[in-house]
Structure formats: structure tokens, C-alpha cells
């Protein structure tokens, strides 16, 4: 049996979900590893056990089909192995507005980004509370720091349903030794607008906006072991951030409402 703890990743075969399985590995963390594609996750786990020493347990699954999450946990403990950290990562972006997208759609994407979250944090909550250590992080986005915007309709509003639920976690599980952290990234280098459709749009951003992938999971680990509720990655974002909850509602609506173009795509 190791002695390392074991932190399960969803969304774990590229990007931000990548990157912080690299920072966990780095900082003496097993890993377990979750997403669709099974193919980068195995190519992944070797790399990092040539590196860093660590085991990964890779367990393809489609998490938008909500009965694999009390699978995955029962395909991990089935390995002997207790569950100490957690990072809720997959999610994507549904293109177009509401009403272009069909129910089974937005079904799908609910339950995989707020459903699916709520439930893994609930079913990995026994492990760590009996060791007294956890770790949680809530991939959240600096859209939930401001107001929706005209198509991805759901998006913004499930992240910052991912804000206020890790703000209370962090509340409420402290004391039990689990640290929980929502990560905030705004523009990063990955596969997601790839994915969403808005790669053209968004590449019209100017440069200051972006981060890397390493980055965010770098400043999301250090605010999840300094116990840190929310965490905005970049100088810039947090300036954001700040002036979507002091602007007054009918101007942060008015910009977003000329803007929304910019980042996010109106048909599918």
C-alpha cells in the first residue's frame, strides 16, 4: 500500500485537468484519472511516473451520464485505494442560445458541471473525513464572477453555482481538515473553445488576457493548500472579477450585452 494520497480527476486528459494532474504528481500526490479519451491519460500516467514517481489509476468514463459517478468511487476503492483529493474539471461550453439546443443537451451538460460535481464531492466526503485530509478543487471560471451572457446561456450560471457551493464547503469542512478551493481561470490555453466553437472569437483577445494551463493549476494548488475559498488566476481577471460585484447590475448587463459576441458563439 503507498503512502501517497490518491486525488481523482475529472476532465483529466488535457488542459487545465492535465496541467494539474502534472502539479498533484509533482507535489506527491497518486493519481486517479477520469475523462472520455483513454489514449492521452495513459500516455500522461507514464510520463509522470518516469518523473515523478507516481501511480495513476485510468478510469475512461462519461461522467454527463451521472450514473458513472458513483462508479467512478467504487472503481477506485475497488484498487484499495481511499480517496484524498478531488478535482471536479470536466465541463465544455454549449454553444448557441437556449433555445437552440435541445433539452437532452443541456440535460447532459447539467449534469456533468453541477450535478455531477455536487454528487463526487458528496460520495469522496467519508474518506477524508475519517483521515481528517482533503483536498477539493471546484473548476469553476471568471464567468461566474459576472453576468450571463447571451448564448452558452447555462454556463456562467452553473460556475457560479460552483462558487457560492465550494465558498460553503470551505465553511463547513475546515475544521474537518479538508481544504476546498473554487479555481476561477478566465482565457486559457487548451482544447475548450476548440470544443465550444469559439476559438475564432475568442483568439481576437488581446494577448494579457491569457494563461496557460500550468499556470492556473499552479496558483489553484497554492490556493488550495493555503485553505483559500476562491481563487482568480492573473492580475488582470481579478481586477475583472472585482468590478462585476461593485459595477451597478444594468451597466455590467449593457456591456455584456454588446460584448457577448466576443466570447461566446450565438448559433450552432
Keep these: 500500500m503507498t503512502d501517497r494520497p490518491l486525488i481523482l480527476i475529472t476532465g483529466a486528459s488535457a488542459g487545465i485537468g492535465a496541467a494539474l494532474a502534472a502539479v498533484y504528481a509533482k507535489n506527491g500526490w497518486d493519481l486517479a484519472l477520469a475523462a472520455r479519451r483513454e489514449a492521452p491519460m495513459i ?4 510520463a509522470l511516473k518516469a518523473e515523478h514517481g507516481c501511480t495513476s489509476l485510468i478510469l475512461p468514463a462519461d461522467l454527463s451520464d451521472r450514473a458513472e459517478n458513483e462508479k467512478l468511487v467504487k472503481r477506485v476503492h475497488a484498487k ?3 480517496i484524498h483529493g478531488l478535482i471536479n474539471n470536466a465541463g465544455y461550453g454549449l454553444p448557441g442560445k437556449y433555445d437552440s439546443q435541445t433539452w437532452d443537451a ?6 456533468l458541471m453541477l450535478m ?3 454528487e463526487l464531492v458528496h460520495r469522496v466526503l467519508p474518506d477524508m473525513k475519517a483521515d481528517g485530509f482533503g483536498r477539493i478543487i471546484n473548476v469553476a471560471s471568471l464567468a461566474g464572477h459576472l453576468p450571463g451572457s447571451r448564448g452558452h446561456t447555462t454556463y456562467a450560471a452553473i460556475k457560479s453555482y460552483l462558487i457560492k457551493f465550494s465558498q460553503s464547503l470551505n465553511l463547513e469542512l475546515g475544521a474537518d481538515g479538508v481544504n476546498v478551493t473554487a479555481l476561477c481561470p478566465g482565457f486559457t490555453y487548451s482544447e475548450f473553445h476548440d470544443v465550444n ?5 475568442v483568439s481576437k483577445m488581446p494577448d494579457f488576457m491569457w494563461k496557460d494551463a500550468d499556470y492556473v493549476a499552479e496558483g489553484g494548488y497554492a ?4 485553505g483559500k475559498a476562491v481563487h482568480v488566476t492573473g492580475g488582470a481577471n481579478k481586477t475583472i472579477a472585482a468590478l462585476g460585484k461593485i459595477m451597478p447590475d444594468s451597466l455590467a448587463l449593457s ?3 454588446r460584448n457577448s459576441e466576443k466570447f461566446r458563439k450565438q448559433d450552432v
Design 43 to 46: 500516455a500522461m500516467a507514464k
Design 80 to 82: 484499495g485505494r481511499k
Design 106 to 111: 443541456h440535460q447532459a451538460s447539467l449534469d
Design 116 to 118: 455531477g460535481p455536487c
Design 197 to 201: 466553437g469559439t476559438r475564432g472569437a
Design 223 to 226: 490556493a488550495c493548500e493555503k
Design 255 to 257: 456591456l455584456m450585452r
